[in-house]
């Protein structure tokens, strides 16, 4: 065993080696895989070994389809069997719901080049004739589903990464993780000591003891899994090919072809946790007890989709843990605020998902950030707040909730309430319906006397459609209300501050009493963040950005953070308040406020710490709604307060309190894009827009400077626009494609209904040649084709005169 690598990876599952063959792969030999048992000794032994593309992030799914093309690459590489079967799957639709969302599916397959076709219930009999296709309207069918050997992948990607030069050491448990002052590790195990410049937890079912040894808790937890395999069925072997897979979501279950028989596995509701307290080191290549009981309503509904189950008799039933995280996606990527330790965990798809997984970690390690965006995957979605409790119980609903449709505007319940602020309460007598983001409660909007509390999820418009517009048309025509603590803040301070910011941010840094807005940018000049600086002192700042990429965004600071000079301080809980906006917002804040806050006084893009109320705040001259308004930020202790003394004055002027779906209303009509939606690390600055903050000319070589000079010199190919869109029922929600002379030119990142403006409308990218005011596309939205025009100019103020004030 050798006493230094570059990397140790832990764990011996198809994660663990996939992570280990793309190191390899790309160039970093000096590499070992340390496994406790032997290889496939957790979940990957007994998994079923299905793989398919389809997920609703579509970078996960275009990640997925890479893994599953890479497979007869490992067998050319290994001489390894994988044991692949090609043979296709339909996903069942039995309600109208489901086919919109399959609908919805097949929409955003045509932007990424994935053939898959919607079918008829005469095509899926044909398709599966084994499939009772009474109450099926229709379904989904992707010719790339299939299922392989899971040991026997395993090996293959173990024996490539042997090949070109990397070691397993085998029977060797870990036994401490030890960090250095230098970022690297001590990587103690039963043989010995091996010194690692970075640690790979790729532990599975051990993943989280592996991050109790360095003092984190990865937000996972395993759940049992049940999946049954028959003896053999005629109407199987006699059909003279591999039957497909078929999924039955309302039927929770998954069905392939076994040798002459069948395997179907359940996602049943009656489900369990398993090793709540940890997992048993001596836990390895055995089954846990059979629980037949817990799956009786998923056979019986079996039984009717597939009437041959009731003729064949079980000739093994596998129940064995899998782990999960809360929203069932995996934990990938470097872990906030532990320097060189990496986590490949919670992959619970792994012979779906192991590939891009291996990928991105190789990628990011050695070439500093992956090729494109994989927040949906990456570990730093998860903050502080994910405790065990919290982890546990959003892992078990998400597995009941592994075939129920996603809905785009659903909010889930379980762990909730978790966080709140103090105006909770508050907002919950005004009738408030509340979503959650990051752990933290925040109101989507408030139900109309005689509403439901709760909004329909659908695909179309909901039952909040009018609430909205009634806050929207408040926050155009008097004044609006709602909170700010749904923005991740950071205190930046000390005698290098302004020096740093300057640095990591492409934009410039403001004067002391103004704001400037700016993006911050990997090194290949990708967006990782869009950033409000306010500028409250020589040496001290406040960042604003979204309250979902704390961890996120503070693992780029602490990664650049010099060691003397600057000091970083996430206040996102300490600073809330409120945001006000509307005509009547100034007059609002000088009833409050001793401060002079006239247009001339606190112009435009101005920051001051001021009396309002009762409290000290800081007042932010801006507003996301793109009308007159000002954020008001005070400590959590004083928000009631502020509360009262802006709703007590805010009589007179028609206040009103608004949620987060008019906010996001309100913006479309200014074409202002959002995180993750129109600004993440798939896109630049040039093709956003957001050039127009990057501050090209500064002398400081800020991070992604060089990238975006160069692109600033060719012009991007493509850009982001806004369209009006001739919709009905339904409004875009993301990755809808656009047409143009019946060939796909790009897609959507978001959109909905302006009420005010009462448009439907659509931000999204096309070839930068393509744009041109009144230009004429089409946007499918749930299989219709919608004539859609882009427009150059914002539906609401484009020459900003509400906004500046």
Not at 132 to 141: A, C, K, R, W
Not at 531 to 543: C, K, M, P
Not at 598 to 627: H, N
Not at 634 to 651: F, M, R, S, W
């Amino acid at each position: 065993m050798k006493s230094h690598v570059k990397v140790a990876v832990i764990g011996g599952g198809v994660v663990g080696c996939s992570v280990l063959y793309h190191l390899a792969k790309l160039g970093w030999t000096d590499i070992a895989l340390i496994e406790r048992s032997e290889l496939t000794s957790g979940s990957t032994w007994h998994a079923a070994g299905g793989f398919h593309t389809l997920n609703s992030d579509t970078n996960i799914a275009a990640l997925q389809g890479y893994t599953i093309r890479l497979y007869k690459e490992l067998e050319e590489l290994s001489g390894q069997s994988c044991g692949l079967h090609h043979v296709g799957g339909v996903t069942l639709a039995g309600t109208e719901d489901r086919m919109d969302y399959l609908k919805a599916e097949r929409a955003k397959h045509r932007y990424m080049g994935l053939d898959t076709h919607l079918v008829t219930p005469e095509e899926i009999k044909k398709l599966s004739p084994i499939t009772n296709v009474d109450g099926v309207i229709g379904g989904l069918y992707d010719p790339l589903d299939g299922h392989l050997d899971p040991s026997g992948t395993t090996q293959a990607y173990a024996q490539c990464a042997r090949k070109l030069g990397a070691e397993i050491y085998l029977r060797n448990p870990v036994r401490e993780l030890n960090h250095r002052p230098d970022g690297s590790w001590d990587v103690v195990t039963k043989d010995g000591t091996i010194h690692a410049e970075h640690v790979v937890n790729a532990g599975g079912l051990w993943a989280r003891e592996l991050g109790e040894m360095v003092g984190i808790f990865l937000p996972l937890h395993p759940m049992e899994h049940q999946y049954l395999i028959t003896e053999d069925i005629p109407e199987i072997y006699e059909l003279g090919k591999e039957h497909p897979h078929v999924m039955d979501p309302e039927g929770e279950s998954y069905l392939r072809q076994e040798g002459r028989g069948i395997c179907i596995g359940f996602y049943e509701q009656a489900c369990d946790p398993w090793a709540v307290n940890g997992t048993p080191l001596d836990f390895g290549h055995e089954l846990l007890p059979n629980k037949l009981d817990r799956i009786g309503d998923s056979m019986e509904f079996a039984f009717n989709r597939f009437p041959v189950l009731e003729r064949a008799g079980i000739k093994n039933v596998i129940n064995g843990p899998f782990t999960f995280a809360p929203d069932g996606n995996p934990l990938v990527g470097p872990v906030p605020g532990v320097k060189n330790y990496w986590s490949a965990c919670a992959v619970m798809a792994g012979f779906s998902q192991g590939g891009g997984v291996g990928l991105t970690i190789a990628e990011w390690m050695i070439e500093g950030e992956p090729t494109q965006d994989v927040f949906a995957m990456d570990v730093a979605r998860y903050g502080d707040y994910s405790s065990r409790a919290y982890a546990r119980k959003k892992v078990t609903e998400n597995y009941q909730r592994r075939f129920t449709i996603s809905y785009p505007n659903e909010e889930l319940p379980a762990a909730r309430p978790y966080q709140t602020t103090p105006a909770y309460s508050v907002w919950k007598e005004r009738n408030a319906v509340f979503g959650q983001g990051y752990g933290m409660e925040v109101v989507n909007y408030f139900a109309l006397d005689g509403e439901p509390l709760h909004e329909t999820p659908s695909f179309r418009r909901s039952n909040a459609f009018e609430a909205i517009a009634q806050e929207c048309n408040a926050v155009r025509t008097a004044v609006g209300i709602t909170e700010v603590h749904n923005f991740g803040k950071y205190k930046i301070s000390g005698p290098g501050a302004a020096d740093w910011l300057d640095t990591i941010m492409a934009g410039r840094i403001p004067k002391v009493g103004r704001l400037s807005l700016s993006p911050m940018l990997s090194p290949k000049g990708r967006l990782i963040g869009d950033f409000t600086i306010a500028r409250l002192a020589d040496q001290e700042f406040q960042l604003t950005a979204s309250f979902g990429a704390q961890a996120y965004h503070l693992r780029w600071f602490w990664d650049h953070q010099p060691t003397e000079g600057v000091h970083i301080e996430n206040v996102s809980l300490d600073r809330i308040g409120f945001q006000i906006a509307g005509p009547n917002a100034r007059d609002l804040l000088a009833k409050i406020t001793t401060e002079d806050v006239s247009k001339e006084a606190f112009s435009f893009m101005s920051v001051k710490q001021m009396e309002v109320g009762l409290s000290d705040a800081i007042v932010q001259r801006v507003t996301y709604t793109g009308d007159l308004g000002y954020e008001i930020y005070v400590p959590a202790t004083d928000q009631i307060a502020l509360y009262e003394a802006i709703t007590n004055a805010g009589v007179e002027f028609g206040l009103r309190p608004f949620g987060m779906r008019a906010m996001m209303s309100l913006r479309l009509e200014k074409s202002f894009g959002s995180w993750l939606r129109e600004y993440k690390p798939d896109y630049t600055a040039e093709e956003t827009g957001l050039d127009r903050f990057v501050s090209y000319n500064k002398p400081v070589d800020f991070i992604g400077k060089a990238a975006v000079m160069k692109e600033k010199a060719e012009g991007p190919k493509r850009r982001l626009c806004t369209f009006v869109v001739d919709a009905l029922d339904a409004d875009v929600w993301a990755d809808e494609p656009i047409w143009k002379d019946q060939k796909v030119v790009g897609f959507v990142t978001s959109g909905g209904y302006a009420h005010y403006v009462q448009k439907s409308v659509a931000l999204g990218f096309v070839p930068t040649e393509m744009i041109e005011d009144g230009a004429k596309f089409e946007i499918e939205i749930l299989g219709e084709m919608r004539p859609a025009i882009l427009i150059t100019e914002p539906l609401l103020d484009p020459t900003a005169m509400r906004m500046r004030g």
